[in-house]
């Protein structure tokens, strides 16, 4: 199939009103092909780009003021007509990107929005790849360019990866949220969580009794976790140390998720396993009884849950019996050898322990 790099206008390029992109939405209608390059239909079209939500367009824009046009991926067109300017060329594949860049440069005619000449020389003439040859051999072209990219797919990286890169740009650079979502693409918002998630996944990885099983797997569960703000209080998450700071909540939380050896060499299953369940924590963590049945190893997820919807309010009597339930349990955790040889840290808690449980019971015997 021959194909021809040439330099294209952004003016001379016309957005396809029947993208793929579109069938899925509500308000597409089928356009005659016959009809594409008129100025009413080329607006509705780069307005459904704009508008709609799964496109984000805006983001794109944003890392193209940001970085000017990289031709990483190839604008492929194919010759529509010609009219009194000359030869207008009809997107095959990049029609968002195509979208973007008309968009900037008419927001940057009407003073909208500022683009150095650096960037605006790499939008005036953009490398496209041409299709030419027989009608048949563009139309099988296209469709195994489609399904090539769309259905077979480009191989992106994973969650965990794209989080390892935002890291690296936000500590080298500015430590803006801002920038490096320009830089790549995404919301600001999305950048600062997936961060954060990353951060909280290396919080695991030192501590002492857990670091061994921080894997790359967990990161998505961290990535909920953090983006719940009943999970994220509980846990005592810190944007500004990046850390989660309640110890006891966060071990337990990592306790949740992961496998690890019983002693029969067998492996127990983690409580949690999938991010579904991390997203149900909302209900449970904030309700006493609810979190002492999903802390319980001898319980399952589903009785956490159970009890969480069985008890919607908690009054502060059944705070306190479920509060005391809990240190019973955790009491009677470690064995007679734990309790008789206690490490320094262990004493200064057990006589912290102690002191808060005289003050309780002398006010209760006032």
């Known amino acids: 199939m021959p194909i021809t790099t040439i330099p294209i206008s952004p003016d001379r390029l016309l957005l396809d009103p029947n993208n793929y992109r579109f069938h899925d939405l509500d308000s597409y209608k089928k356009v005659n092909p016959r009809r594409y390059g008129e100025p009413s239909v080329q607006a509705k079209t780069l307005s459904i780009l704009h508008s709609t939500d799964k496109f984000d367009l805006q983001a ?10 990289v031709p990483l991926e190839q604008i492929v067109v194919e010759e529509y007509d010609t009219d009194a300017n000359g030869k207008r060329y009809l ?28 960037t605006l020389a790499t939008l005036r003439d953009l490398p496209v790849s041409e299709l030419t040859g027989t009608v048949d051999e563009r139309r099988v072209f296209r469709q195994t360019l489609m399904a090539i990219r769309h259905v077979a797919g480009t191989r992106e990286w994973g969650a965990y990866q794209q989080a390892k890169l935002i890291e690296e740009l936000y500590e080298q650079e500015d430590r803006d949220f801002g920038q490096v979502a320009q830089r790549i693409g995404i919301r600001s918002r999305e950048a600062a969580r997936r961060f954060r998630a990353i951060k909280a996944l290396h919080q695991m990885e030192q ?6 099983y921080a894997v790359p797997r967990l990161y998505a569960f961290f990535n909920e976790a953090i983006a719940v703000p009943t999970v994220r209080d ?11 700071e309640n110890d006891e909540a966060r071990r337990a939380f990592y306790e949740l998720v992961v496998s690890r050896p019983a002693e029969n060499g067998e492996y127990l299953p983690a409580k949690i396993q999938d991010i579904r369940q991390v997203r149900k924590l909302k209900n449970i963590v904030n309700k006493t009884y609810a979190r002492t049945v999903l802390l319980d190893s ?13 008890s919607p309010t908690e009054d502060s009597s059944s705070i306190v ?22 490490t320094l840290r262990g004493k200064e808690l057990l ?16």
């Open 321 to 342: 019996e479920n509060a005391l339930v809990q240190a019973s349990h955790a009491l009677n955790q470690p064995g007679i050898d734990a309790w008789l040889n206690p």
């Open 234 to 244: 509980w846990i005592g998450w810190s944007d500004q140390t990046n850390l989660a």
């Open 60 to 69: 794109l824009k944003d890392s193209i003021v940001t970085n000017g046009f």
């Open 91 to 118: 997107v095959v594949e990049g029609n968002r990107r195509v979208a973007a860049i008309k968009s900037l440069l008419d927001e940057y005619v009407r003073a909208v929005v500022t683009i150095s000449e650096e």
């Open 298 to 310: 001898d319980r399952a997820f589903e009785d956490a849950e159970k009890a969480a919807n069985e």
């Open 351 to 366: 006589t912290r322990l102690v002191t808060i449980v005289d003050k309780i019971r002398t006010l209760m015997e006032h």
């Open 207 to 212: 501590d002492e009794e857990f670091g061994e």
